[in-house]
């Protein structure tokens, strides 16, 4: 039961890791420092609290949801695919245009975006899990090791990006953006 909270735990945050990296190119190390905090409180919160929503929605409306769960699975890959491309999208038209302006965690707007983004796929899971009978015992090392992952994924993430950013400019942009609409199509396939 370890073994598959850890798992499960590590792949929910392979895009959260991808998604600060990614928007962390043309932050500064000193931005970073201030802000990776509130990122990884933020991206935790919003992780954990679609894995815990899903789980709970799946528990409390297993016969009506079950016959459903693929097209709810569905929207929701749809959702995250969406998410994705704005984000990658706008880092790719700002790395080609060369601007400063750009969408990135500073905001608290950004933050939400990219946070929800890497978190549909942990509604999933937790919708899964509950219609698939597992109990609180079960779903609690999974947030347990999502809160683990998430924070390690924000600080490495952001850390790396902006050590990246200075080495790359604003092509590392244009390479984040076409990495998270990649990471978005490959959610939807």
């Known amino acids: 039961m370890i073994l598959n909270a850890i798992l499960i735990g590590l792949s929910l945050c392979a895009d ?104 549909i796929d942990a509604a999933a899971v937790g919708l899964s899990m509950a219609l698939n009978g597992a109990p609180w015992a079960e779903i609690a090392p999974v947030a347990v090791s999502l809160v683990v992952f998430t924070v390690i994924s924000v600080v490495v993430g952001m850390l790396s990006g902006s050590f990246l950013g200075r080495k790359l400019g604003h092509s590392a942009r244009i390479v984040g953006g076409l990495v998270l609409i990649g990471l978005g199509i490959h959610i939807l396939l």
């Open 16 to 119: 959260c890791f991808a998604v600060t990296l990614c928007s962390s190119f043309l932050v500064s190390r000193e931005e970073v420092r201030k802000k990776v905090a509130t990122v990884a409180v933020v991206f935790v919160l919003i992780h954990v609290g679609f894995l815990l929503g899903g789980w709970a929605l799946g528990a409390f409306a297993t016969n009506l949801i079950a016959g459903h769960v693929a097209h709810f699975e569905r929207i929701a890959h749809i959702i995250g695919f969406l998410l994705l491309l704005y984000v990658g999208l706008e880092m790719f038209i700002d790395g080609v245009r060369s601007k400063s302006e750009h969408l990135n965690l500073d905001g608290i707007g950004g933050i939400i975006l990219g946070s929800v983004a890497t978190s």
